[in-house]
């Protein structure tokens, strides 16, 4: 007698062990596709890394501001970004947007958003990269009586060592201060860092302590704009807070409404600006 079908029970069988296969490879393969998406965001911010430094080969060896109020083509008044500065030698905005975070911080909105007297510059839109408010500095007179000064390459003493720019989440209806500027650990617990000397790589967030710590580069008593500087726990310059019951805040809601100010106890949720080894450690917002 010949067997025309399979009978339900081998029929059965046979999805189990579909399903037990699926199981056990889908998380593979999700696990690839983000270590891809980590080597092209390693990439972007290599590319990144790059721009910066033919600006700083431009510009005297001097790094571009992190922002200040310049004018558009229509000659009103704009908040221009970094973003905007290094776009030029870029010529690929998307570059600017990690490929685990897409779209990505939507910059003119978190601009109006934050009150700011002048809409964004307007040469691109989405971001998913940060920059180190205190390496690049800022410039808001006469407009707002705040800035922070440039910073000469000549003036870095640790190239490997000082943060360029980071995975990073900007605060929705937030000022826009160095405290709302967050570190974003989006890949395995983790994020990609670019340094001065122009190389990009992946820190797990509760390492990035290690990046420029108290040990190697002691904090000065005293900021640039006189104030006692102001730097995380055990005085390494870049931080992310790490208490108990809090742990890693890996999402766009738990950031958003993370407790993060300037100050205190705990001080901001993390902490990637600041040049090691000198009296700027975040934006410091002098006056004009």
Same mark, same amino acid.
């Given at each position: 007698?010949?067997?025309?079908?399979?009978?339900?029970?081998?029929?059965?069988?046979?999805?189990?062990?579909?399903?037990?296969?699926?199981?056990?490879?889908?998380?593979?393969?999700?696990?690839?596709?983000?270590?891809?998406?980590?080597?092209?965001?390693?990439?972007?911010?290599?590319?990144?890394?790059?721009?910066?430094?033919?600006?700083?080969? #431009?510009?005297?060896?001097?790094?571009?501001m992190?922002?200040?109020? *310049?004018? !558009?083509?229509?000659?009103?008044?704009?908040?221009?970004?970094?973003?905007?500065?290094?776009?030029?030698?870029?010529?690929n905005?998307?570059?600017?947007?990690?490929?685990?975070?897409?779209?990505?911080? #939507?910059?003119p909105? $978190?601009?109006?958003?934050?009150?700011?007297?002048?809409?964004?510059?307007?040469?691109?839109?989405?971001?998913?990269?940060?920059?180190?408010?205190?390496?690049?500095g800022? !410039?808001?007179?006469?407009?707002?009586?705040? $800035?922070?000064?440039?910073t000469?390459?000549?003036?870095?003493?640790?190239?490997?060592?000082?943060?360029?720019?980071?995975?990073?989440?900007?605060? !929705?209806?937030?000022?826009?201060?160095?405290?709302?500027?967050?570190?974003?650990?989006?890949?395995?617990?983790?994020?990609?860092?670019?340094?001065?000397?122009?190389?990009?790589?992946?820190? $797990?967030?509760?390492?990035?302590? !290690?990046?420029?710590?108290?040990?190697?580069?002691?904090?000065?008593?005293?900021?640039?704009?006189?104030?006692?500087?102001?730097?995380?726990?055990?005085?390494?310059?870049?931080?992310?807070?790490?208490?108990?019951?809090? *742990?890693?805040?890996?999402?766009?809601?738990?950031?958003?409404?993370?407790?993060?100010?300037?100050?205190?106890?705990?001080?901001?949720?993390?902490?990637?600006?600041?040049?090691?080894?000198t009296?700027v450690?975040?934006?410091?917002d002098?006056?004009?």
């Amino acid at each position: 007698m010949n067997r025309k079908g399979f009978t339900l029970i081998e029929l059965l069988v046979v999805i189990a062990i579909i399903a037990i296969l699926a199981a056990i490879l889908f998380p593979v393969f999700a696990q690839a596709r983000e270590s891809a998406r980590q080597t092209q965001c390693t990439n972007n911010q290599k590319q990144i890394a790059t721009s910066v430094l033919m600006y700083v080969q #431009d510009y005297e060896e001097t790094f571009p501001m992190s922002a200040y109020f *310049g004018r !558009n083509n229509a000659g009103q008044l704009a908040l221009v970004a970094i973003y905007d500065v290094l776009a030029p030698y870029i010529k690929n905005t998307d570059i600017f947007v990690c490929p685990s975070y897409r779209p990505g911080i #939507d910059w003119p909105q $978190r601009v109006q958003a934050a009150g700011s007297p002048a809409p964004a510059l307007g040469t691109f839109r989405y971001v998913g990269y940060i920059p180190n408010l205190g390496l690049f500095g800022e !410039n808001f007179c006469p407009i707002v009586n705040k $800035r922070t000064p440039v910073t000469k390459i000549a003036a870095i003493d640790a190239p490997v060592n000082t943060v360029m720019l980071f995975d990073g989440y900007l605060k !929705n209806q937030a000022a826009l201060e160095y405290f709302n500027f967050l570190g974003f650990a989006r890949h395995k617990e983790g994020l990609v860092i670019n340094f001065v000397d122009g190389h990009a790589k992946w820190w $797990r967030w509760n390492g990035v302590r !290690n990046i420029a710590p108290a040990s190697q580069f002691p904090t000065p008593a005293t900021a640039y704009n006189g104030q006692a500087t102001r730097v995380g726990a055990g005085g390494s310059y870049y931080n992310w807070r790490d208490i108990p019951g809090e *742990g890693l805040l890996a999402d766009e809601a738990r950031l958003q409404a993370v407790s993060s100010t300037p100050s205190g106890p705990n001080g901001p949720y993390n902490d990637l600006h600041g040049v090691p080894g000198t009296g700027v450690t975040d934006s410091e917002d002098t006056g004009c």
